[in-house]
């Protein structure tokens, strides 16, 4: 890798690192210490909130955040604004098929879910260009393979992108 790129890289651990430590110490993420994983993938630093039996971030079916989902994604706003990378936001879902609404299922409720968990990062500070990307994956990626209805499977997922990464998206 190039200079540009190690730099890169070297910015994306020290953000890992600061994030781990809100996550660790500020009150926001007292109760939600293991629905967050931190981790740097090829496109750049992820970061899944998770659900958890009894404490999911939305209600079943719902695209509506919780007051709790809300304040751990204004809680992580509160650092991504300070880093110049733009972002990607995706929504998962598990595999359950989702049957309430006609026309409505997994793939729709898995972008209303990432266009929520935006909606909340832009109110507090993330600018609206700073976003490259919002998705939804229905249950495309699951977390866990092995059992494709867990909770963990249904998740949103915030990239601090690499500047290759965003340039891609740019390019598509």
Same mark, same amino acid.
């Given at each position: 890798? *190039?200079?540009?790129?190690?730099?890169?890289?070297?910015?994306?651990?020290?953000?890992?690192? *600061?994030? !781990?430590?809100?996550?660790?110490?500020?009150?926001?993420?007292?109760?939600?210490?293991?629905?967050?994983? %931190?981790? %740097?993938?090829?496109?750049?630093?992820?970061? !899944?909130?998770?659900?958890?039996?009894?404490?999911?971030?939305?209600?079943?079916?719902? =695209?509506?955040?919780?007051?709790?989902?809300?304040? %751990?994604?204004?809680?992580? =706003?509160?650092?991504?604004? !300070?880093?110049?990378?733009?972002?990607?936001?995706?929504?998962?879902?598990? =595999?359950?098929?989702?049957?309430?609404?006609?026309?409505?299922?997994?793939?729709?409720?898995?972008?209303?879910?990432?266009?929520?968990?935006?909606?909340?990062?832009?109110?507090?500070?993330?600018?609206?260009?700073?976003?490259?990307?919002?998705?939804?994956?229905?249950?495309?990626?699951?977390?866990?393979?092995?059992?494709?209805?867990?909770?963990?499977?249904?998740?949103?997922? %915030?990239?601090?992108?690499? !500047?290759?990464? =965003?340039?891609?998206?740019?390019?598509?």
């Amino acid at each position: 890798a *190039d200079l540009a790129e190690r730099q890169e890289l070297l910015k994306l651990e020290a953000l890992k690192k *600061d994030l !781990q430590k809100l996550v660790k110490t500020s009150d926001v993420f007292t109760d939600f210490k293991e629905q967050v994983y %931190i981790d %740097i993938t090829p496109s750049g630093l992820r970061i !899944q909130i998770v659900d958890k039996d009894k404490r999911p971030m939305f209600d079943s079916g719902s =695209a509506e955040l919780k007051y709790y989902s809300k304040r %751990i994604l204004r809680g992580l =706003a509160s650092v991504l604004v !300070q880093v110049p990378n733009k972002l990607s936001i995706t929504g998962h879902t598990d =595999a359950k098929p989702f049957i309430e609404i006609e026309n409505y299922g997994n793939w729709e409720l898995s972008s209303d879910r990432a266009n929520a968990a935006r909606r909340v990062l832009n109110l507090s500070g993330v600018k609206e260009n700073k976003i490259a990307r919002v998705e939804g994956f229905s249950s495309s990626i699951l977390f866990n393979k092995k059992d494709p209805y867990a909770p963990i499977n249904r998740r949103i997922a %915030i990239i601090v992108l690499k !500047q290759s990464a =965003a340039d891609d998206i740019e390019k598509q």
